[in-house]
């Protein structure tokens, strides 16, 4: 009895150690300057699967025709990616870190623990001259991209994130959030805002070239079809369009493209769901792959903000030749997710680092 309750105690304060530990976050970056060889690229694409943990990813694996996308790529890190209020990273906090660079509490947007507006990668590269752009499959006042272009203390604040969008110099958007511009509480039409600053607005369908000027795509009133409901290639041909836009831009462009819904499949539990999602998010890879490859200085990163569902591929226990994909949660998980990069500057990305890292890594490799 003794011995168990010793063993007890220690097993404590193990736990209460291990616990302390891992709310600390590690600030200090893994690298301070880019080492000499390190080819910079003139481009970065970003490409977020949301709650795309490694289970996520080897669905493409298993349930692809063909090889996946994913193993194109050379170099894989794995990413830390609690946030500072909590050790399970919510999706608001998990983009900030990706766009400002600090580790925040769960339902900030590119805001710091006092709730001060951080600039993010995309206000500080268009200053540069450099074109920017955002796509997502949820609406683009969902908390990943949204983390990119505005600034508040809640994530459910979707009609102040988009008062955001007509002054923020982004070249390029796709998604949906239709209804947060034109039936708003406070009466305002920011469709009309969008036109005087410059922006064409389309909300019919994805046009097969880009306009000449800034350009808005809202495709839907809320989030996107899921893939299972006739989305179709919106993912891959939008992806593809901003390429075709951005890459005209002789300093160089930084887009972000959310593959949104892999986390609301973890979310509903609902595997089929997931795997469309993560499928369909692998052919975007694919276009984003081709194009770095004819353009060569291109760096391509795909990560995810952190794991949704806790989902598995496991066997039953009984036939090892059948997988039953599972879930243990409908939340998220705090388990490290993968980083896969191709192109200039994708050695940096070798290793395991907080995920706030990401963006020090991005900016260091903009400095010229
Ligand atoms: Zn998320």
Same mark, same amino acid.
């Given at each position: 009895?003794?011995?168990?309750?010793?063993?007890?105690?220690?097993?404590?304060? #193990?736990? *209460? &150690?291990?616990? @302390?530990c891992? =709310?600390?976050?590690?600030?200090?970056? +893994?690298? %301070? /300057?880019?080492? $000499?060889?390190?080819?910079?690229?003139?481009?970065?694409?970003?490409?977020?699967?949301?709650?795309?943990?490694?289970?996520?990813?080897?669905?493409?694996?298993?349930?692809?025709?063909?090889?996946?996308?994913?193993?194109? #790529?050379? *170099? &894989?890190?794995? @990413?830390?990616? =609690?946030?500072a209020?909590?050790?399970? +990273?919510? %999706? /608001?906090?998990? $983009?900030?870190?990706?766009?400002?660079?600090?580790?925040?509490?769960?339902?900030?947007?590119?805001?710091?623990?006092?709730?001060?507006?951080r600039?993010?990668?995309?206000?500080?590269?268009?200053?540069?001259?450099?074109?920017?752009?955002? &796509?997502?499959? @949820?609406?683009l006042q969902?908390?990943?991209?949204?983390?990119?272009?505005?600034?508040?203390?809640?994530?459910?604040?979707?009609?102040?994130?988009?008062?955001?969008a007509?002054?923020?110099?982004?070249?390029?958007?796709?998604?949906?959030?239709?209804?947060?511009?034109?039936?708003?509480?406070?009466?305002?039409?920011?469709?009309?805002?969008?036109k005087?600053?410059?922006?064409?607005?389309?909300?019919?369908?994805?046009?097969?070239?880009?306009s000449?000027?800034?350009?808005?795509?809202?495709?839907?009133?809320?989030?996107?079809?899921?893939?299972?409901?006739?989305?179709?290639?919106?993912?891959?041909?939008a992806?593809?369009l901003?390429?075709?836009?951005?890459?005209?831009?002789?300093?160089?462009?930084?887009?972000?493209?959310?593959?949104?819904?892999?986390?609301?499949?973890?979310?509903?539990n609902?595997?089929?769901?997931?795997?469309?999602?993560?499928?369909?998010?692998?052919?975007?890879?694919?276009?984003?792959?081709?194009?770095?490859k004819?353009?060569?200085?291109?760096?391509?990163?795909?990560?995810?903000?952190?794991?949704?569902?806790?989902?598995t591929?496991a066997?039953?226990?009984?036939?090892?030749?059948?997988?039953?994909?599972?879930?243990?949660?409908?939340?998220?998980?705090?388990?490290?997710?993968?980083?896969?990069?191709?192109?200039?500057?994708a050695?940096?990305?070798?290793?395991?680092?907080?995920s706030?890292?990401?963006?020090?890594?991005?900016?260091m490799?903009?400095?010229?």
């Amino acid at each position: 009895m003794k011995i168990k309750l010793s063993l007890f105690l220690i097993l404590l304060s #193990f736990a *209460t &150690i291990t616990t @302390s530990c891992v =709310s600390v976050q590690v600030k200090e970056n +893994t690298i %301070s /300057a880019i080492p $000499a060889e390190v080819k910079k690229p003139k481009n970065i694409i970003l490409l977020i699967g949301d709650g795309m943990g490694l289970s996520q990813v080897s669905t493409a694996i298993y349930y692809k025709d063909g090889k996946p996308n994913f193993e194109r #790529f050379h *170099t &894989i890190g794995l @990413s830390k990616t =609690s946030s500072a209020s909590d050790l399970i +990273t919510d %999706s /608001a906090a998990g $983009a900030t870190v990706f766009s400002t660079g600090a580790k925040t509490y769960n339902g900030a947007i590119a805001v710091d623990m006092d709730t001060i507006p951080r600039p993010t990668i995309v206000e500080q590269l268009s200053k540069r001259g450099l074109a920017t752009g955002i &796509i997502a499959t @949820s609406s683009l006042q969902h908390a990943t991209p949204a983390s990119f272009y505005a600034h508040v203390k809640s994530r459910s604040m979707y009609e102040d994130i988009t008062a955001f969008a007509p002054n923020s110099g982004v070249n390029f958007f796709a998604g949906g959030g239709l209804k947060f511009f034109n039936k708003r509480k406070d009466g305002k039409d920011l469709l009309m805002e969008m036109k005087a600053k410059g922006y064409e607005v389309i909300t019919d369908q994805l046009p097969k070239i880009p306009s000449e000027s800034n350009e808005i795509i809202l495709l839907a009133q809320d989030g996107m079809p899921k893939m299972t409901e006739g989305r179709g290639d919106f993912l891959p041909n939008a992806t593809k369009l901003a390429l075709e836009k951005l890459s005209k831009n002789e300093k160089g462009f930084f887009l972000m493209v959310e593959g949104s819904q892999i986390d609301w499949g973890g979310h509903n539990n609902d595997s089929e769901y997931l795997i469309q999602e993560l499928l369909d998010f692998d052919k975007t890879l694919g276009v984003a792959l081709d194009f770095a490859k004819q353009n060569g200085e291109t760096l391509i990163i795909v990560t995810a903000d952190h794991e949704t569902g806790g989902y598995t591929l496991a066997s039953d226990g009984k036939d090892y030749n059948k997988i039953k994909p599972s879930f243990s949660t409908n939340g998220h998980s705090g388990t490290m997710v993968p980083v896969f990069t191709e192109g200039p500057g994708a050695s940096l990305f070798n290793g395991i680092f907080e995920s706030n890292e990401i963006y020090s890594k991005m900016m260091m490799l903009f400095d010229k």
